[in-house]
């Protein structure tokens, strides 16, 4: 099984729709990331979260938010999907220590229509 | 702000011969610096890392990566390239505060038989 699992893989949805995009990890690492990746752009941070009581917003939190239930937990939703949401999602995380390496899901590929 | 710069958004390479794709930083400190390989319809996988010590660092598939600090720059190189690199390559770093990565637009490696 993999470390860092994304439900659904792929999936459309309309404008408007609630959505929610979820993450589970067996690494047992604290912090855990979302980013979107478009064409071109790389990888941009969404929403951060360091432990169930922490949540950060990154770059582009606007029209999205996240839910952490559980260490291994880390769900991100969006509240009211637009076309511009079109785009490949990955969760990702990472242990505590500053010199360690983020270790990514398979991606969940969205497409608002 | 925090930066990565990939210039190049496609190279292409013949098989056999050497690769470089490039990647410069602007973060502030002295940043830890990765490099991720992404092949279609998967997530990142970790290829290598530098956090200090020698400027060559070696990490999976053969791939190495060469650190200057006076240029701010992490080259990723491999001495005989496969038509299996191809694939799409990401530079990030990771600042000492160590809350986020940043990452690079990507890479396209087309490695040509």
């Known amino acids: 099984d993999a470390d860092v699992t994304q439900t659904p893989r792929n999936r459309i949805t309309k404008t408007g729709k609630r959505i929610m995009l979820e993450c589970s990890q067996t690494k047992g690492h604290d912090r855990m990331y979302w980013y979107r990746q478009d064409p071109g752009l790389g990888l941009r941070l969404i929403y951060y979260?360091?432990?169930?009581?922490?949540?950060n917003k990154g770059e582009i939190s606007d029209g999205y938010s996240v839910s952490r239930q559980a260490q291994a937990k880390f769900s991100l939703s969006l509240e009211s999907a637009i076309p511009n949401q079109t785009a490949l999602y990955f969760c990702?995380?990472?242990?505590?220590?500053?010199?360690?390496?983020?270790?990514f899901g398979q991606g969940t590929r969205l497409t608002v229509v | 702000a925090q930066s990565v710069a990939q210039p190049e958004d496609q190279v292409n390479v013949a098989e056999g011969n050497p690769l470089t794709v490039k990647c410069t930083y602007s973060?502030?400190?002295?940043?830890?610096l990765f490099w991720y390989v992404q092949y279609p319809n998967r997530g990142l996988q970790f290829l290598l890392k530098?956090?200090?010590?020698?400027?060559l660092v070696k990490g999976s598939y053969g791939f190495e990566a060469e650190f200057n600090k006076s240029q701010t720059s992490f080259h990723l190189k491999k001495p005989s390239a496969l038509v299996s690199d191809s694939a799409l390559y990401f530079c990030a770093v990771r600042d000492r505060g160590g809350n986020q990565f940043y990452f690079g637009t990507g890479t396209s490696l087309t490695v040509i038989p």
């Open positions: 530098y956090i200090t010590g020698d400027n």
């Open positions: 979260s360091f432990d169930v009581k922490d949540i």
């Open positions: 990702a995380t990472v242990a505590g220590p500053m010199n360690t390496e983020a270790f």
């Open positions: 973060v502030s400190g002295n940043p830890y």
